[in-house]
C-alpha cells in the first residue's frame, strides 16, 4: 500500500499571503490528522478530520482550518501568514480515530 | 488531562551496543495505545513500535523492544545492536483506546550513534 503522501514539499510566502497543504491518506485510511512541528514549540496537534467532519481541534486561531474530501483527501488552509507560520506540517493517518497514525514526509513552510 | 515525559533530551550509544530511552506517562484512563515514533533527519516520523495498555506481554519489532510498566506508567525503547542508521529524534507518544482525541507527545530524544 502506498503511504500518506502530502503536497507540497517545501513551499515558500510571504507575510499576509495564505497557502494550502495537501494530504492523502492511506488507501482505507478515514481519519486524517494535522500537526504543526517548530523547534521552539515541538509537535503541537491542529485538528483531526474523520469522515469529513472535524472531529478534534487543537489551540490555533481560526487562521487555520482544514477539510476533508469524501476520498478521505484533506486539506489545510492557513490565511495571513505570519512569519511564526514557519514550521514543518506533518499530516498523518489513521483507519478510526482510535487506531495507529501514520505520517506523511511533511510539508516544510517558509513564511519571508 | 493525558502528558507524556522524556526526560532526555539527548543520549549516545556506540554502533553495536545496546541504549534505552526512557518515557513517562500520566493518565487516569486503563485503555490506551502508547507508540514510539522515529524522526529521522528526513524528518518524515516512522513508526517504530506499538503497545495496546491491555497486553502485558512487552511489543518488539526486531531490535526494537519496549518496556511497558502499566503500574508505574513507564514506557522505555531499548534498540538492541544499534546501527548508524538509528541516528534520529525519538518520540513517546501516547492516544486513547477508548475515546476520540489527539495523539500526544513528549518531546523527544535526540539519539546519536557513533562509529
Known amino acids: 500500500k502506498a503511504g500518506v503522501t502530502q503536497t507540497p514539499r517545501y513551499l515558500i510566502k510571504t507575510r499576509g499571503q495564505q497557502v494550502t497543504l495537501s494530504c492523502s491518506p492511506i488507501?482505507?485510511?478515514?481519519?486524517v490528522s494535522w500537526y504543526q512541528q517548530t523547534p521552539g514549540q515541538g509537535l503541537q496537534f491542529l485538528f483531526e478530520?474523520?469522515?469529513?467532519?472535524?472531529?478534534n481541534k487543537g489551540n490555533f486561531p481560526g487562521r487555520f482550518s482544514g477539510r476533508q474530501f469524501s476520498n478521505s483527501r484533506s486539506e489545510m488552509n492557513v490565511s495571513t501568514l505570519e512569519l511564526g507560520d514557519s514550521a514543518l506540517y506533518l499530516c498523518?493517518?489513521?483507519?478510526?480515530?482510535?487506531?495507529?497514525?501514520?505520517f506523511g514526509p511533511g510539508t516544510r513552510l517558509l513564511v519571508l | 488531562a493525558q502528558t507524556v515525559t522524556q526526560s532526555q533530551p539527548e543520549m549516545s550509544v556506540q554502533e553495536a551496543e545496546t541504549v534505552t530511552l526512557s518515557c513517562t506517562y500520566d493518565t487516569s484512563e486503563s485503555d490506551y495505545y502508547l507508540f514510539w515514533y522515529k524522526q529521522p533527519p528526513s524528518r518524515q516520523m516512522i513508526l517504530v513500535i506499538r503497545q495496546e495498555a491491555y497486553k502485558q506481554q512487552n511489543a518488539t519489532e526486531n531490535r526494537f523492544s519496549v518496556n511497558f510498566q502499566k503500574a508505574a506508567k513507564s514506557f522505555s525503547l531499548k534498540i538492541s545492536d544499534s546501527q548508524l542508521g538509528d541516528a534520529a529524534m525519538y518520540f513517546c507518544a501516547y492516544r486513547s483506546a477508548s475515546r476520540t482525541d489527539k495523539l500526544i507527545f513528549g518531546t523527544g530524544t535526540r539519539l546519536q550513534v557513533f562509529p
Open positions: 498523518a493517518s489513521s483507519q478510526g480515530l482510535v487506531e495507529t497514525q501514520y
Open positions: 488507501s482505507g485510511h478515514r481519519s
Open positions: 478530520y474523520f469522515s469529513e467532519t472535524q472531529r
